[in-house]
C-alpha cells in the first residue's frame, strides 16, 4: 500500500497529507536539502506508481501552516514541470 511506503520512509514527527489524486505535500521537521531528497527517492523507488509532491520543512520556531503552505506551492511548481 502506498500509504505504508511513505510511512515507512518518513520520520516519527513528520507529515504527509494526500491532497488529492497523485498529490501529497510533506512537512518535514528540521530536514535539510538533502533529508527531503532521500525520502522523495526512497518513495518514488519503492512506489508502482508515479505522484507529484510538494515539501517543506518546519523548525521548532516555525508555524505549522506557514510550511503546508509552502509545500502546497512547490507541489504546484511539481506538477507544472511534469506536464511541461
Known sequence: MFADVWKA????GDCVV???GDEFLVV???????DIATIIER????????????????HAE??????????DLELY??????RG
Open 43 to 58: 518513495v518514488a523507488a519503492s512506489s508502482p506508481i508515479e505522484f507529484s509532491v510538494g515539501t517543506a520543512t518546519v
Open 18 to 20: 494526500r491532497v488529492g
Open 28 to 34: 518535514l521537521r528540521n530536514a535539510t536539502a538533502t
Open 62 to 71: 516555525g508555524r505549522f501552516a506557514d510550511a503546508v503552505e509552502r509545500a
Open 77 to 82: 511548481r511539481h506538477k507544472t514541470e511534469r
Open 9 to 12: 520512509s518518513i520520520r516519527s
